[in-house]
């Protein structure tokens, strides 16, 4: 049973490109997360998705910055014109159900092995 | 407004010895999750750890335990005989239905332990 695969592992973009980074949830898991991970901090909530929608983007910045995760394929964080601040790791992480208090084997998050960026 | 704070970005311990990490979050919620993840060298993060607020007994798993102080909002993760494959950034986390199923994350402590 495949973990969370995320792809690709490292990223380099010049300023001004486009970063695409790809999530494949475990199997199973419908609910997928990304969180922003910079240098020496703690793992930063970025947007919550259901297959097809989006439940909670408060963690993504307003402008550049989008996520989808369509009926088939992956979920896709896309920034673009990228900046130097945008420079960082991100990590996916899925679950099999909402992380609600009443269902069994909850608040679990599995978590994939991170895409670094670099933004040149 | 839900906060996670670790307040020790560094620790180190001996091998077999035992080391204590602390974790205080700030929440007015009643119900919720407190997790302990792990990120080895590797990077991937690994859950170590999860207690559910209403259980007052202190989630254990094999060399790894934590003290659940509920109404101090502590949550500090203990870890027995330590060994070298320890050594990684560990990071305390919390959920609730609440929060949008959005997780919490600290800041991190870095775990070294010494052969």
């Known amino acids: 049973n495949a973990g969370v695969m995320q792809n690709p592992r490292h990223l380099v973009r010049r300023r001004g490109q486009e970063a695409r980074l790809r999530c494949s949830p475990m199997?199973?898991?419908?609910?997928v997360y990304w969180y922003r991970q910079l240098p020496e901090e703690g793992l930063k909530f970025m947007v919550y998705?259901?297959?097809?929608?989006?439940?909670?983007e408060s963690g993504m910045p307003k402008e550049r910055f989008s996520a989808e995760f369509p009926k088939e394929g992956p979920s896709i964080l896309r920034i673009q014109q990228v900046v130097r601040g945008d420079s960082a790791a991100y990590f996916c992480?899925?679950?099999?159900?909402?992380?609600?208090?009443?269902?069994?084997?909850?608040?679990?998050?599995?978590f994939g092995e991170g895409s670094r960026l670099t933004v040149l | 407004a839900q906060t996670v704070t670790q307040s020790q970005p560094e620790m180190s311990v001996q091998e077999a010895e035992t080391v204590t990490l602390s974790c205080t979050y700030d929440t007015s919620e009643n119900n919720y999750y407190l997790f302990w993840y792990k990120q080895p060298p590797s990077r991937q993060m690994i859950l170590v750890i999860r207690?559910?607020?209403?259980?007052?007994q202190n989630a254990t798993e094999n060399r790894f335990s934590v003290n659940f102080q509920k109404a101090a909002k502590s949550f500090s993760l203990k870890i027995s005989d330590s060994q070298l494959g320890d050594t990684a950034m560990y990071f305390c986390?919390?959920?609730?239905?609440?929060?949008?199923?959005?997780?919490?994350f600290g800041t991190g402590t870095s775990l070294t332990v010494i052969p």
């Open positions: 207690q559910e607020a209403y259980k007052q």
């Open positions: 986390a919390f959920t609730s239905r609440n929060t949008g199923n959005q997780f919490y």
């Open positions: 199997k199973g898991h419908s609910h």
């Open positions: 998705l259901q297959k097809e929608n989006i439940i909670d």
């Open positions: 992480a899925s679950s099999p159900t909402s992380t609600s208090m009443f269902t069994p084997n909850t608040g679990e998050l599995f």
